[in-house]
């Protein structure tokens, strides 16, 4: 029931707020938004590796984490 819930929050109004700047971003710059369209289903399909990795070696370098 809480997926319910979401949903009813998000309007169609939300969506259209969210997807406008990205969408007119296409128009502006396509090749620009074509390869950062590529490297997001490409990190999506792969569950994040290169993006936890980078977060990871962020947090260790603030921690001092050294192996």
């Known amino acids: 029931m809480a997926s319910h819930k979401f949903h009813d929050e998000v ?4 969506c259209k707020a969210f997807a ?4 007119s971003f296409e128009q502006r ?3 620009y ?6 490297l ?3 990190e999506l399909s792969g569950a994040f590796p290169n993006t936890r990795r980078i977060g990871v070696a962020i947090v260790h370098l603030f921690t001092g984490y050294h192996r």
């Open 29 to 31: 710059y396509p090749a």
């Open 11 to 14: 309007t169609h109004r939300d």
């Open 33 to 38: 938004f074509y390869g950062l369209f590529f």
């Open 40 to 42: 997001t289903l490409a």
């Open 20 to 23: 406008a700047p990205l969408l």
